[in-house]
T-cell receptor, first 115, second 109 residues
Framework: AQTVTQSQPEMSVQEAETVTLSCTYDTSESDYYLFWYKQPPSRQMILVIRQEAYKQQNATENRFSVNFQKAAKSFSLKISDSQLGDAAMYFCAYRSGSGNTPLVFGKGTRLSVIA | ETGVTQSPTHLIKTRGQQVTLRCSSQSGHNTVSWYQQALGQGPQFIFQYYREEENGRGNFPPRFSGLQFPNYSSELNVNALELDDSALYLC????????FGAGTRLSVL
């Protein structure tokens, strides 16, 4: 079974600075997807960024980028120019590329942004 | 996009009761998944429906059951509620990516 591990229960960053959230995963599959979701106090799980395992290029969405290391099974999220609105729980998630499979989530990292 | 809507937003039940949670999925998304998120934890997969049939289930007992309807809405039913069922229940609809609702917060007293 696939597992996702987020080793940082809490992180903090100064406004306008850069922060990196860590995620590792375990799988024997070669075809899969990786995601970062943001969950603010409103509870809605919002997709931040997505990475297909077959793509070597790291995904980027505005201030959010990932460092995808397939051999190391590592998928970290970098947030640049942090804003107060970035404060939230961040979840790393895995989905198999075969069939209609569910997401497997890590336990999350709580990010605080300090003004 | 119409998004994913869940109802109710909050619910309080007592142990032993039954509860039905509802989800209105994104139009055209033929897969709906339900997740349980305990306080301070990541979401755990309960089950998934594809074209009105269950096609995947996590490690949850049979008292957790569901339905998916042709209009992309779905239900999660929980019988014989236990205290540990207190959690946020999330519905997600998907075509390729997953679109989540804001969840139903269930408290079992």
């Amino acid at each position: 079974a696939q597992t996702v591990t987020q080793s940082q229960p809490e992180m903090s960053v100064q406004e306008a600075e850069t922060v990196t959230l860590s995620c590792t995963y375990d799988t024997s599959e070669s075809d899969y997807y990786l995601f970062w979701y943001k969950q603010p106090p409103s509870r809605q799980m919002i997709l931040v960024i997505r990475q297909e395992a077959y793509k070597q290029q790291n995904a980027t969405e505005n201030r959010f980028s990932v460092n995808f290391q397939k051999a190391a099974k590592s998928f970290s999220l970098k947030i640049s120019d942090s804003q107060l609105g970035d404060a939230a729980m961040y979840f790393c998630a895995y989905r198999s590329g075969s069939g209609n499979t569910p997401l497997v989530f890590g336990k999350g990292t709580r990010l605080s942004v300090i003004a | 996009e119409t998004g994913v809507t869940q109802s109710p937003t909050h619910l309080i039940k007592t142990r032993g009761q039954q509860v039905t949670l509802r989800c209105s999925s994104q139009s055209g998304h033929n897969t709906v998944s339900w997740y349980q998120q305990a306080l301070g934890q990541g979401p755990q997969f309960i089950f998934q429906y594809y074209r009105e049939e269950e096609n995947g289930r996590g490690n949850f007992p049979p008292r957790f059951s569901g339905l998916q309807f042709p209009n992309y809405s779905s239900e999660l039913n929980v019988n014989a509620l236990e205290l540990d069922d207190s959690a946020l229940y999330l519905c997600a609809s998907s075509l390729i990516g997953y679109l989540f609702g804001a969840g139903t917060r269930l408290s079992v007293l």
